[in-house]
């Protein structure tokens, strides 16, 4: 009987010390990845633009709120209609010392444009943070133009003329019109969203697709609002009526991605997405944004995700008409 007590209690206190010692493995807090003392942030835009604009607000107050305190350095690498940043990012070691940013939309058209080989980068192998920057996108007319809905659009007797870049902005116009029914034609090589718009006032379209926030500046110069691209109004213009509300419901929103390239470790891209969530509630950032000119929103990196699956969708569907339309534009 001693015996069989002696052996019950050993059994018991050896299972003891080995759950003691696996509760302990469990128990180990993870390693937080180090960080380099220099982070590139990468984005295929020129110096002064909105995405150029909010990412340097970012680089600015980001540090704190990472391990190290690391300092960050925008690159504009703006080559290769909006391919080449986004190239760059895709081809750095997953390390944490190159971050991308880029306007999902423009990142997606180039994809549809130029097939992955062409583009230099599969979007889908992005490891994404964040996305910033949620805004509808719109169409307008200039001051002279005689529409005033959907419908009268696409009852044009003529090819409705737009004012266009290249990207999400020229994507957004065929998809758009496609749908819709609207005849169009494009009057291309606008290097920027504001040259767009001048050339509407200008009387060189009659029409243009942009962004709600950028669009807004020009009302008091006469461009009208047509539709928002959206579910609900927007609040910007609580008296545009929206696309469904038209009878024809579309979503066609810009968002601005930050994203580490293919085969960053979920550890690290942990340690980035702690530092930007805690930076989007901190409100002396978020009111240097506001100042600088934008509103800004806050989407984790599994809203992100299913952003950039939605819009994928979406482009893949009017790839032929997307690649149609840059041929007659080149």
């Not at 015996?3 to 080995?18: E, M, Q, T």
């Not at 805004?135 to 003329?161: C, N």
């Not at 979503?251 to 390239?261: C, I, Q, R």
């Amino acid at each position: 009987m001693m015996y069989s007590v002696r052996i019950f209690f050993a059994v018991l206190a050896g299972f003891l010390i080995l759950s003691g010692v696996h509760q302990g493995a469990i128990a180990q807090p993870a390693k937080t990845p180090a960080l380099p003392s220099t982070i590139n942030l990468v984005i295929p835009y020129i110096p002064g633009t909105g995405a150029d604009i909010q990412t340097r607000v970012v680089a600015r107050f980001l540090p704190k709120y990472l391990p190290g305190a690391p300092t960050f350095v925008v690159k504009n690498d703006a080559g290769a209609g909006g391919r080449a940043g986004v190239q760059t990012v895709y081809r750095s070691k997953p390390d944490g010392a190159a971050v991308g940013g880029a306007y999902t939309p423009d990142a997606l058209a180039n994809e549809a444009l130029y097939g992955i080989d062409g583009a230099g980068f599969d979007f889908s192998k992005f490891v994404p943070l964040m996305s910033t920057y949620h805004q509808p996108y719109t169409i307008s007319v200039g001051p002279k133009a005689p529409y005033k809905s959907l419908d009268e659009m696409k009852r044009s007797a003529k090819p409705v003329p737009f004012c266009t870049t290249t990207g999400m902005d020229m994507s957004y116009i065929v998809i758009a019109t496609k749908a819709i029914g609207i005849p169009m034609r494009l009057i291309p090589g606008f290097k920027g969203a504001p040259t767009a718009m001048a050339g509407l006032l200008r009387g060189d379209c009659e029409a243009v697709s942009l962004g709600i926030e950028f669009t807004n500046r020009y009302m008091k110069d006469g461009v009208r609002p047509i539709a928002v691209y959206a579910v609900e109004r927007s609040n910007i213009w609580p008296d545009v009526p929206t696309s469904k509300e038209q009878g024809h419901p579309l979503e066609l929103e810009l968002s601005l991605a930050f994203f580490l390239p293919p085969g960053a470790s979920a550890e690290l891209a942990n340690v980035y997405r702690d530092g930007l969530a805690k930076l989007y509630r901190d409100n002396e950032f978020l009111e240097a944004i506001k100042t600088a000119g934008f509103t800004p929103t806050y989407a984790d990196a599994k809203r992100t995700q299913q952003i950039v699956s939605s819009l994928s969708g979406l482009f893949s569907k009017y790839a032929h008409d997307l690649r149609e339309a840059a041929a007659k534009t080149q």
